[in-house]
């Protein structure tokens, strides 16, 4: 499809675009993966709000919707155009293009738990130990326990309070240096 380039910033690589249904919103380039990301991603199939482009001029764009799919775990994966296996994370590439640029090392983390809900201010950037705690907490119905590298997180099932929580958060951060 054929949209019209409204308005385009060049530092923030975000562009405001006119779709053929008279439709008007604003993505992001993520010009690592040269896809255009919106701010609507929720999940898969027309949902995800990314898509594959090529320019034909300044005042317009070609897109076509990226391809994805759901992992077991339930994240959202979107296939890269021209690469057979190689694929990348929703949730990654909408916090990459609209939250800026984060160490590699930083995990991201769904806020609601909801990981089909990827829209980027359900995004933040967060320590791996961080991210495993809060999805302690949102899959505390399971039982399962969470293990963080060589750490297998089963105290966290004591903890009543957000207090108690943080504590023990404390003891495993001192336990890892």
């Not at 060049?10 to 053929?20: A, G, I, N």
């Not at 967060?126 to 326990?145: D, E, K, L, W």
């Not at 105290?155 to 001192?174: C, R, S, W």
């Amino acid at each position: 499809m054929i949209c019209k380039i409204l308005n385009n910033d060049v530092l923030t690589q975000t562009y405001k675009l006119e779709f053929p249904d008279g439709r008007i919103a604003e993505y992001k380039h993520n010009t690592n993966r040269n896809i255009f990301v919106g701010n609507n991603c929720t999940g898969p199939g027309k949902d995800l709000d990314m898509y594959y482009f090529k320019f034909i001029s300044d005042l317009k764009v070609e897109l076509e919707l990226a391809e994805s799919s759901v992992t077991i775990k339930g994240y959202v994966l979107v296939k890269l155009k021209g690469v057979s296996k190689v694929t990348d994370s929703a949730h990654r590439m909408v916090c990459w293009s609209w939250n800026g640029k984060f160490l590699t090392k930083f995990h991201v983390d769904h806020i609601n738990g909801d990981k089909l809900n990827n829209t980027p201010d359900n995004l933040q950037a967060v320590p791996a130990i961080v991210n495993t705690f809060r999805a302690f907490f949102n899959y505390q119905h399971t039982g399962q326990s969470i293990k963080y590298k060589n750490y297998v997180i089963n105290e966290l099932v004591k903890a009543n309070t957000a207090e108690e929580m943080l504590e023990l958060m404390k003891a495993v951060i001192a336990d890892q240096k």
